[in-house]
């Protein structure tokens, strides 16, 4: 296919038509309401190949393949429009065919690449994700570009040697992400996140004693949107600070509102990386003012990940927060890999055993074992150990029996609003669960 433009703007590496030429074609295809195929060649291990060859063989290794993918079909007229992304346009043909010839360049890719550079000759390897897939002419140059970026992001590191098809599955999660990421920021903008509190059952007193803080999220239509689909989209993009910061600031006020809580904790889920940031104390400490907060009744609980990520570095910060009387539950214990003496070097007030630790429990003796001789080594620490998702008579007894000392699951409570919390405690004051 020739180039559909007269005024072009070219890569000056490769020669190929650069990513303002792309975007040319892509609008005069729109136009004329074109169903062009499109295939993106994401080379995945470029900085790899540039680590151990050099820059400049890289470099010539995407000549070459640019060189391939230009003499490649004439129907096609190929671009390179970023570092490593090189695409193919084209071709008005059936899905099948489509499907056929993008399988031969992926055959491609599966040999060597003969690269010469200052007289010497390489033969390198370089995997390359491609993705293919038809214009629609009601896409905009954006819509375009968001579905190529959306869908190379989602690409495993495992799988980055692979062919993948924009279908309508794709499409499908695409919107769905792009809704909710919008009901998030809004969320945050009108701070309409709500709090809701489970709570926690402690085997020596015999009573709820404390309770988890969990954020909720209602998108304006109304629709529950889980925190296990948006709290990591959050994270991905850069909005999990502003949300554990609304979070906090809610449940400061709420322990603000209600001094005479009978719990002597509330904990809150933060990400390690938030305990990290200079500003934390002060900012904990200016909302526990404002709401006439005890800070005492505050706990934070943060997961392994970031245990194992910056260890050094964690450690010192929990040391000196928890002299300031800032004390840390340890979140999901059993789902991390981090090591055990190492973790319990940290002043972890709390362990969270995570529920598929607490359903060991039941499936066998050797995870009973396990968890009794766990939380004895919890125990020699100083540590409390509160076990997660208990959901039956059974779990809650046997996890009574091996000595966890609280218990937390839907077999006592849901997670609930406010008053709901204020009410089930005035209910349950008193009574003997076990
Ligand atoms: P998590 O911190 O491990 O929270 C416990 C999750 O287990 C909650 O899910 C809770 O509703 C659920 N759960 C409690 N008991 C049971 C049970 O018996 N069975 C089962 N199957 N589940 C039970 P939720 O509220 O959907 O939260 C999911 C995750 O989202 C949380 O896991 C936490 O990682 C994150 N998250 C929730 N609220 C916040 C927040 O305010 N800030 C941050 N950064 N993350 C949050
Ligand atoms: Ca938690
Ligand atoms: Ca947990």
Not at 348 to 367: A, C, R
Request: net charge negative; hydrophobic share 35%.
């Amino acid at each position: 296919m020739n180039n559909v433009s007269s005024c072009y703007n070219y890569d000056s590496m490769t020669g190929l038509g650069d990513r303002s030429a792309f975007f040319q074609d892509v609008r005069y295809h729109i136009e004329l309401d074109a169903h062009v195929h499109i295939i993106v060649v994401q080379l995945s291990h470029l900085a790899h190949i540039n680590r151990r060859y050099g820059v400049q063989v890289g470099d010539q290794l995407i000549r070459v393949i640019s060189e391939y993918l230009k003499e490649l079909d004439e129907e096609y007229t190929a671009y390179r429009i970023g570092n490593s992304r090189l695409v193919l346009m084209g071709g008005e043909c059936t899905q099948h065919k489509a499907e056929e010839f993008v399988e031969g360049i992926h055959k491609r890719f599966q040999k060597d690449w003969r690269v010469s550079y200052r007289e010497k000759e390489y033969a390198i390897l370089s995997s390359a994700c491609l993705l293919h897939l038809f214009l629609d002419p009601r896409d905009t140059e954006n819509d375009l570009l968001d579905k190529i970026n959306y869908t190379i992001s989602m690409v495993p590191s495992h799988e980055e040697d692979n062919v993948i098809f924009f279908d309508e599955a794709i499409n499908a999660d695409m919107q769905r992400k792009r809704y909710v990421l919008e009901e998030v920021r809004y969320a945050i903008e009108n701070k309409t996140f709500q709090m809701y509190y489970q709570p926690i059952y402690d085997c020596q007193k015999e009573r709820f004693d404390s309770a988890e803080s969990l954020i909720r999220l209602f998108g304006r239509d109304g629709s529950f949107i889980s925190p296990g689909e948006f709290i990591p989209m959050a994270e991905i993009n850069g909005l999990i600070d502003d949300i554990s910061w609304i979070v906090l600031e809610k449940v400061c006020e709420f322990l603000g509102h209600y001094p005479d809580l009978p719990l002597s904790a509330v904990s809150v889920n933060m990400t390690g990386k938030q305990i990290l940031n200079p500003g934390f104390v002060r900012r904990i400490e200016e909302h526990l003012e404002n709401y006439h907060t005890d800070g005492g009744r505050l706990r934070i609980e943060i997961t392994e990940r970031i245990i194992t990520e910056d260890f050094e570095k964690v450690k010192k910060v929990m040391e000196y927060l928890s002299r300031k009387g800032i004390h840390f539950y340890l979140d999901d214990f059993g789902t991390g890999y981090s090591n055990i003496s190492s973790m319990l070097s940290l002043p972890f007030e709390v362990i969270k055993f995570d529920q598929s630790l607490v359903k060991t429990m039941n499936s066998s003796d050797k995870g009973l074992r396990t968890i009794g001789l766990l939380a004895d080594i919890m125990h020699e620490n100083d540590c409390v150990v509160v076990a997660e998702g208990v959901e039956t008579e059974q779990q809650a007894k046997t996890a009574q029996e091996r000595r966890l000392d609280r218990i937390q699951g839907y077999y006592f409570a849901r997670p609930m609003p406010e008053k709901e919390l204020i009410q089930f405690l005035e209910e349950k004051r008193g009574l003997r669960w076990i």
